[in-house]
């Protein structure tokens, strides 16, 4: 029998619990929800309060030189590349995601094609963040391609002549299912296509070694486990082999000023700027990227404690907590467990199923009631076919706590053993679940 007593110790024994202290936590709040929207690192005030008002209401155009604002895409991407097995130079932090996969797989369109014009299948999963297919449908009409989608084990058979290539989030976004990277971007080369992953879901999260798996392109959000507040800008790589073309010169279809060679000659004409910086488009978000800094300064303080290895350790370690404690505390109630059990096929969340004989929204309902008692997770809904509702809690290893798991399944216990989340004003829909 687990118990609070061993779940202290374990927080005893923990290396990175130091880092817990970067972070505003909300009193009375157990934050399992930083897979969507990640905790303010306490520097962030202050940071915003610098740049609005020093440099923008002081240094105004002088800041672009002076205050580092023109190459912090750089600068952020050469800390993000840190945290994914890419060069410093080969990422840049900008837009938002889904303007990100935009340019990648657009990118990879094109070059797939100029090598063999009969490629017109993008190959995704059927389960993918809805954003990301949107893209890959926009992108099939302007470029006579089609979007065949299919489930996490159909990938390998989908692999055929005619697919250009194959977009894929490495950890999925509903059931925290990890893809094996390097051995399906080997498939993917193998049948002749390029592989674009979005890392919404690892960045931060789970090792990633995007050039030891061979990847191609790869885009991720900045907002979620890095940290970077509401609407964070996003980040985008692609392996030089693409960004060091000369015979594309408009490989990236957003082909905007900052991806210019020479933005501030004001040329008529495009020439992209060599290597990653062509994936910029125009000017970013000043203030939005600098809080993304705070976000990524918590990463550097993590370095000197293990890093990312240490960081999936404790991953792991707190979701088999928070597995073992539900399946043991919160027997009986119809819960079921949509994420793998293998550690190698597990990102940094938990899903849960919610059998109740039930009544429809049963999930939603307890996830409100669990979000009245200071416990955030949150809810995803199914198709009514073969996904199922389900209840979804992240676990940010930089400032979740092994207590933190305790108090949280004790209070899914008495949500469910109480009957609480039947309660009429837990079926009220918000605009954002
Ligand atoms: C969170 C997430 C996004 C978000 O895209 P935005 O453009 O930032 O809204 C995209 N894709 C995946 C897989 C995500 O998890």
């Known amino acids: 029998m ?10 005893d024994a ?3 619990r130091p880092l817990r202290a970067h972070f505003h936590i909300p009193p009375d709040t157990i934050y399992l929800d930083g897979n969507s929207l990640g905790l303010m690192p306490l520097t962030a005030p202050a940071r915003a309060a610098q740049v609005v008002q020093q440099e923008w209401a002081n240094g105004l155009t002088r800041s672009w030189n002076a205050a580092g604002w023109f190459d912090l895409p750089q ?11 890419a060069n410093a130079d080969e990422v840049v932090a900008a837009d938002t995601t889904s303007v990100n996969l935009f340019k990648v797989l657009s990118a990879a369109i094109r070059i797939a094609q100029h090598a063999s014009p009969q490629r017109r299948v993008i190959v995704s ?5 809805p954003t990301d297919l949107y893209i890959a449908q926009g992108l099939c009409q302007t470029h006579g391609c089609t979007l065949e989608l299919v489930e996490a084990d159909g990938v390998l058979q989908a692999l055929r002549p005619d697919v250009a290539v194959l977009m894929l989030t490495h950890v999925n976004y509903r059931t925290g299912a990890m893809h094996d990277m390097a051995a399906l971007s080997a498939a993917a080369h193998a049948a002749g296509a390029l592989v674009v992953w979005d890392l919404a879901h ?7 070694d995007l050039h030891g798996a061979d990847a191609d392109f790869a885009v991720g959000c900045g907002y979620k486990y890095l940290n970077g507040g509401p ?3 996003a980040f985008l790589w692609a392996h030089p082999r693409h960004s060091a073309r000369t015979d594309l010169p408009f490989m990236q279809a957003l082909s905007g000023w900052w991806g210019h060679a020479a933005p501030f000659a004001f040329d008529m004409g495009y020439r992209p700027a060599p290597g990653i910086n062509q994936f910029l488009c125009g000017t970013q978000p000043i203030v939005s990227l600098t809080l993304l800094e705070c976000g990524l300064d918590v990463f550097d303080a ?7 290895t240490a960081i999936r350790h404790k991953s792991l370690a707190l979701t088999d907590l928070f ?8 027997a009986g109630f119809g819960l079921g467990l949509a994420t793998p059990r293998t550690h190698a096929e597990r990102g940094s969340q938990v899903s849960l199923t919610l059998d109740s004989d039930a009544e429809n929204s049963a999930g939603y309902a307890v996830v409100q009631a669990l979000i009245a008692r200071g416990v955030i997770g949150d809810f995803r809904a199914g198709d009514g076919k073969a996904q199922p509702d389900l209840l979804r809690f992240g676990f940010t290893p930089l400032y979740i706590g092994f207590e933190d798991i305790w108090h949280a399944v004790e209070q899914l216990r008495d949500v469910l053993h109480t009957g609480a989340w039947r309660a009429p004003q837990w079926r009220q829909k918000n605009a954002v679940t």
Do not use: K
């Not at 687990?2 to 779940?7: G, R």
């Not at 600068?75 to 097995?85: K, Q, Y």
């Not at 999963?125 to 963040?129: G, I, V």
């Open 2 to 11: 687990m118990t609070l007593t061993h779940c202290r110790r374990l927080d």
């Open 14 to 16: 923990d290396l990175l």
């Open 75 to 85: 600068r952020l991407g050469a800390r993000i590349a840190a945290l994914i097995g």
């Open 125 to 129: 999963e059927r389960s993918n963040f």
């Open 202 to 208: 690892s960045a931060g999260a789970v090792p990633v």
């Open 231 to 233: 609407g964070a800008p």
């Open 302 to 308: 993590a370095q000197p404690l293990g890093g990312m």
């Open 323 to 330: 597995i073992a404690l539900v399946e043991e505390r919160c």
